[in-house]
Structure formats: C-alpha cells, structure tokens
C-alpha cells in the first residue's frame, strides 16, 4: 500500500542534525529511522541507556547514518542541556527537535496519588516545554533556525477519562506549540504537533491497552477507515513537518488517526448502526410526520 511507503524526496534532509526524545523505541525509534534514511544526523535519548544504545545500532547498521544515544530524563533540565551540548560536540549544531517522549497508563483518577500525577504530567509537559526551552535558547543565542515538533494526542482537546494526567500534559504541550510558533517565528523557529490516533507499539498497549481488556477495546473498531496506524505513515509526517519542505506550517497540530476523534464526537455518528434496509422505512416514518 502506498501509505506503509516512504514519502519524501532522498536527502531531504541531509545535513540536519535532528534529536528525538523516547528515540530507542517505538514510534521515536520508526521515526528516527526515516529522518536517518533521509540524510539526517539523530540523537536519542531517554532514560534507559542500554535500550538506547541497542537502538543505535540497530539503526545505524540499516541505515548507514549517525546516530548518537544520550541518556537524559526528559523531566531534569541539566540532562537535556547536556544532550544538546553533546549533539553539538559532535555534529556541529542542532536543526530539529522532536519531542516524542511520554509516560502514560490507564487509572481512574481517584486512584491515583499526587506522585503517580505527576510522574505522568512532568514527562509530557515539563519535559516537552524544558526540552522546547533549551533548544530555543540555544537556537537564539547562536542565531539559528530550528524547527520544533511535538507529539501529542487527539485527547488534548477533547481530554480523555482514564488517562487524566496525559490528557492535561498534552493539552499543555499542544498550547505551548501555538504560543510558541507566533512568539518565536521572528527567530527563525517552526513549532507544531501532530495528534496521532492509535498506532501499536508496545509501551502504548502494555499501558493502555493490558491484556485482559485487549480484545474488548480494540482500537481499530473506532477508527472509521477500519485499520490501525502504520509506522511508516506516521515518518511520513514528522520527516515531512522537521524539513523545510514545510516552511509554510506553522503553529498547526495535524491529526493522523483515520477520523477516530471525530467518530466519537459527531453527535449522529452512532447511526453508522443503522441497517441499510431500514433507511427505506425511516425516510417514509419521518415524511408522514411532515
Ligand atoms: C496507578 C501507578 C501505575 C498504575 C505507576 N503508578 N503505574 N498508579 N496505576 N498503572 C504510580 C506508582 O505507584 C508511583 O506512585 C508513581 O506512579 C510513579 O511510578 P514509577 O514506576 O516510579 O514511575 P516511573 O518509573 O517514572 O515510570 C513512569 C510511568 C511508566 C509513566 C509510570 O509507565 C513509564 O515509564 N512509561 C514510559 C513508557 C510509556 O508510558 N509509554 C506509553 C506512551 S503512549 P506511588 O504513589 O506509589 O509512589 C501514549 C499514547 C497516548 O502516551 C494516546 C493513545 C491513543
Ligand atoms: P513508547 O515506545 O513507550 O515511547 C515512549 C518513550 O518515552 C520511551 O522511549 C521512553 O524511554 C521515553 N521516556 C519515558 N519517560 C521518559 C523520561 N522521563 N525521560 C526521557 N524519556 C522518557 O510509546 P510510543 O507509543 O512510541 O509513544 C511515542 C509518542 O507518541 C508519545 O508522545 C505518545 O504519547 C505518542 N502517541 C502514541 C500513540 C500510540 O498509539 N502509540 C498515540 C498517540 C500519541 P525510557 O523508558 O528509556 O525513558
């Protein structure tokens, strides 16, 4: 199929040097795949360093390009500092951010203690915003152009039951990247999002979507096209919004989930239940009310 394709032109973006937060797993890891394909020096960094430097590996072998692993809690100032010291050090300069990590798990909300709030909320929102100030003002001091994108999720402005804390980080996150686009254009820096729908990877469905319940709550049952996301498509997207190829997009937060947001909010949406034989004897019931 030509969405599970790689999109963009080669070399699109050769020369960048791009970091990737939560880069050694799941859709970081797809993502930094492609920026890599693309010409693009990576860094990754997260907590877990051996899962990082595997990743590393793994990527520079298929992909013959550079990839630097840096062990950084995205929630610690002085860690992201030394990343991008380190990014620079050994490429020369930083183009783009991709601020992709995030914790996140099922709860109802009373059951969860301030610590559990918080462990959440601090990786999403302060890590993005702490990752997002550095970056900027190491663009700004250096006078040079960037491009920030975050991740964040249809829920940020719909918000979301059972993911509470998520939901408030990323709504923060998707404010910060309005804000930021119209504040920070002036110096030559791009800020946008993408909202993804469900994409499999395993931190998102051994934490959102456990065993027991897998089956019940499948999330390709509420996405109107029928399917779950591709890896690939989603690359599409971040490779396409971190090159100049989209200088024109600015401060925008681009769904990609096959119209499941919307399936859940349309106030009509249910009658997709509707039998097709019955639409016959509806029509006629409702003209011999008129
Ligand atoms: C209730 C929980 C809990 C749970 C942890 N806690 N898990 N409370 N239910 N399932 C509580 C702990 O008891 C503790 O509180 C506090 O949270 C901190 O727990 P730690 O284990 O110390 O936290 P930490 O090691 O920082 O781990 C963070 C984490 C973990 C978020 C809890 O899941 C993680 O590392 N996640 C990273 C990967 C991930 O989540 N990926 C999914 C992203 S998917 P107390 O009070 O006991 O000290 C995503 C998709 C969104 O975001 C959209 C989908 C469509
Ligand atoms: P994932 O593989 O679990 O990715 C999360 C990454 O964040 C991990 O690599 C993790 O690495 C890193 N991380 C967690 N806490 C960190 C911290 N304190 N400091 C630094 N790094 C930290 O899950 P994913 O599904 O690929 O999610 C990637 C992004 O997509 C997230 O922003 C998520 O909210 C978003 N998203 C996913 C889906 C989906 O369906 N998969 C849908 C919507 C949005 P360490 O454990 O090594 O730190």
């Known amino acids: 199929?030509?969405?599970?394709?790689?999109?963009?032109?080669?070399?699109?973006?050769?020369?960048?040097?791009?970091i990737v937060t939560g880069g050694g797993t799941g859709l970081g890891k797809s993502a930094s795949r492609y920026l890599l394909e693309l010409g693009a020096n990576v860094v990754i960094c997260s907590r877990k360093l051996p899962i990082?430097?595997?990743?590393?590996?793994?990527?520079?072998?298929?992909?013959?390009?550079?990839?630097?692993?840096?062990?950084?809690?995205?929630?610690?100032?002085?860690?992201?500092?030394?990343?991008?010291?380190?990014?620079?050090?050994?490429?020369?300069?930083?183009?783009?951010?991709?601020?992709?990590?995030?914790?996140?798990?099922?709860?109802?909300?009373?059951?969860?203690?301030?610590?559990a709030?918080?462990?959440?909320?601090?990786?999403?929102?302060?890590?993005?915003?702490?990752?997002?100030?550095?970056?900027?003002?190491?663009w700004i001091a250096n006078n040079r152009r960037g491009t920030i994108l975050s991740i964040v999720t249809t829920y940020a402005w719909t918000g979301s039951a059972y993911v509470v804390p998520s939901a408030c980080a990323k709504a923060g996150v998707l404010a910060m990247t309005r804000s930021l686009a119209v504040e920070w254009a002036k110096y030559g820096i791009r800020v946008n999002a993408i909202a993804p729908?469900?994409?499999?990877?395993?931190?998102?469905?051994?934490?959102?979507?456990?065993?027991?319940?897998?089956?019940?709550?499948?999330?390709?049952?509420?996405?109107?096209?029928?399917?779950?996301?591709?890896?690939?498509?989603?690359?599409?997207?971040?490779a396409y919004l971190l090159s100049d190829y989209s200088a024109y997009i600015n401060g925008d937060c681009i769904t990609i989930d096959g119209g499941e947001w919307l399936k859940g909010a349309g106030e009509f949406n249910n009658l997709e239940a509707?039998?097709?034989?019955?639409?016959?004897?509806?029509?006629?019931?409702?003209?011999s009310k008129k």
């Open 1 to 18: 199929m030509l969405y599970q394709q790689k999109m963009l032109r080669d070399g699109a973006l050769q020369g960048k040097t791009i």
């Open 52 to 115: 990082l430097e595997a990743s590393a590996a793994e990527l520079m072998s298929e992909t013959g390009g550079q990839v630097l692993a840096v062990a950084c809690d995205v929630r610690e100032y002085e860690q992201i500092e030394n990343v991008i010291t380190q990014a620079v050090a050994r490429f020369g300069g930083v183009d783009g951010l991709l601020n992709n990590a995030a914790g996140n798990f099922i709860s109802p909300t009373e059951r969860l203690s301030h610590r």
């Open 117 to 138: 709030f918080s462990s959440v909320f601090d990786i999403v929102m302060k890590g993005s915003a702490f990752f997002t100030l550095a970056i900027g003002k190491y």
């Open 197 to 238: 729908g469900p994409f499999p990877t395993e931190g998102a469905w051994d934490n959102l979507l456990p065993e027991p319940i897998r089956e019940k709550f499948n999330p390709k049952n509420k996405v109107p096209v029928g399917r779950v996301g591709e890896h690939q498509e989603l690359a599409n997207l971040v």
């Open 274 to 287: 509707v039998p097709k034989e019955m639409w016959d004897m509806l029509e006629m019931f409702i003209k």
